[in-house]
């Protein structure tokens, strides 16, 4: 393997193509274990300071783990979205007919009884959207339905989506995760640590408006998107990351960006012992050298696993971290792994950033990359 | 089955709309209309009432509108029979076939199906294989072999690089959903297994696993949806073809899987990487 990793060498290792029109961010709002606001987030996540606590809001006495990140009480979920979309498009400007002419693109876990498409149907009627769709494809749903608005758009199909997601914590998935040994005893998430020990789950309610580009500057530009299939596991990633490698590749190849231009990477970082080992090899052969060098952290231990909320929870977090110019921590960190090789942001630091990437990972093999630029 | 949904100029699909549904479809406006009318006969009950709130308080006239207590959550979860929709049995309910894609719909955004499969297929067809490492629900087995006969009858001249897999539910795995909800609600305990089959994803990565599907994975709730997301990838060099598969739940589980490729699918060019080969 080169020095350049398969990204470096593209377009030679990237089929990826896209429309010519620019996609840019021009909204944004999000819910978290911190509360409303992307603020909140992104002063815990700058500071390192974690959303971790004993879970209240049902009862864990029979599970091997008691924590999660969770907001104070029992918000729900149809509330929480119209707020997050409301306050996106009244931050993009939005007006009513805007929004008649825009689609919503949802990513919520499945409805069994009301069907996900009725539900994500609801929430675009109360919004006054033409018409919504919703992805359910676990922890890249949120990230798949980005990418594919913005193909939508850089081929000039739609001038806007409004992409928005929401996972609260709730009894049923926690039971789950448990009974699946994947959740962390010790109530932290230590994404690439020595002795970490799973993931942890976390709320999350976002909304983000996409639009193609005009002379008013965004909050930032959707600059490239990769997607791939590992092919190799109903919920194990290929242990060398070569999917996930894939997914970044096509991502820069789409925003002619090469790997040294990419100033932080927002890792998909469950902080379980294979998936992050799998992660940093797909790094070092997507990026090649760069990949040691690069700043790197998985915010999930500040913020925990939304599930299909959480890539766009990440895409936002990363874009402030953009324009703020510093580097969200990977908190939880007790010591190095050799499977982890990689710079991760142990303390507090400022970063004029270009370019930022948001990785994302769901099970069935599932990669997404997007790659955020400065406005 | 007639259609209702139309192709505008630019090719793509127009989603019906409130102006041109039936009025007793109109309860979830944006979402297309399919073959599968008794579904949304079901939703309208519900929806119908939450259509006439107050814009005041939109959050809670949502259908289904969720709230983190599982208490709340736990009737909610359990799938209703049919007979308890009063209006969805003043309607005869036709014994609708569901469909991933007709040819028309794929033709209109440049595509051509050259394989197919439904379950069931045959009144042979009521308990699926088993599918090791998936228990107790219909669902995902259902999902593997219907998606195995599709993958079993493509052309070996269309044999791709990149097959990209892209499911269709609106309702997913709800025999696991509903065992889960009944579990948690009386403190049991859950087998493990259970733990990663309750996302489509599950499934689709075993799909791609056997069959080396190396395309990108999507799960969607629409088959509309999911058939424009399918051409899209492929317009975009993220695989060269893709399988819909559309799979529903309910008093009769049903799936459809189409394998779709370009309606000028050249043969890949071997002096280029194929997209999805693993340097």
Known sequence: MSGDGIAGQAPRTSRARRGATEVVIRGMSVFSAFGPGVDALAEAAFAG????????????????????AVAPGSPELARELIRAIDEACDEAALSRQDRADCQLFLAIHGDPTLGADAFAAGIAAACGFGGARAYTSACV???????????????????????????????DQYALFDAGRALAP?????????????????DAVGAIVLEAATDAEPLARLAGWGRSGDAYHVCKPRPDGLGLARAIADALHRGTVQPTDVGYINAHGSGTKQSDAAEAAGLRAALGDAAAKIPVSSTKSIHGQALEAGALLELILTVA???AGR??????YLGPDDDCALALVLEPAAADLGYALTLNVAFGGANTALLVGAP | MSQTTETNAGGLEQKATPQNLPSDLTAAPGRAITAAVPQQLDRSAAADSAAAEPQADRASSLPGAQVAEPQAAHPAAAPKPQHDHPTAEAAPAPAAIITAATPLQ???????????????????????????????????????????????????????SATAIVIATARGDRQSAAHVAQTVAASGILGPLLFFQSVPNAVAGHIAARWNLTGPVVCLADPVSALETAALLIEDGDADQAILLHIEQGDRDQAHAVLLQPVDARPVDAAQPPPGAHP
């Open chain 1, 49 to 68: 300071e974690t959303g971790f606590a004993p879970v209240e809001r049902f009862d864990v006495a029979g599970r091997r783990a008691k924590a999660a």
């Open chain 1, 141 to 171: 749903a949120a990230s798949t339905a980005v990418a594919d608005a913005a193909a939508l758009i850089a081929h000039g199909r739609a001038e806007r989506v409004v992409i928005a997601a929401g996972y609260l914590v709730d009894a």
């Open chain 1, 186 to 202: 010790d109530g932290r998430v230590r994404p690439f640590s020595a002795g970490r020990g799973g993931l942890l789950l976390g």
């Open chain 1, 321 to 323: 971290a953009l324009r």
């Open chain 1, 327 to 332: 580097l969200p921590l990977n908190a939880g």
């Open chain 2, 106 to 160: 794929a033709a209109a955004l440049g595509l051509s199906i050259v394989a197919e499969a439904r379950w069931p297929e045959s009144a042979h067809d009521h308990t699926p294989p088993n599918l090791p490492g998936f228990i107790l629900s219909s669902f995902s087995p259902i999902a593997a072999e219907t998606a195995a006969r599709c993958l079993s009858r493509r052309p070996e001249a269309a044999r791709p």
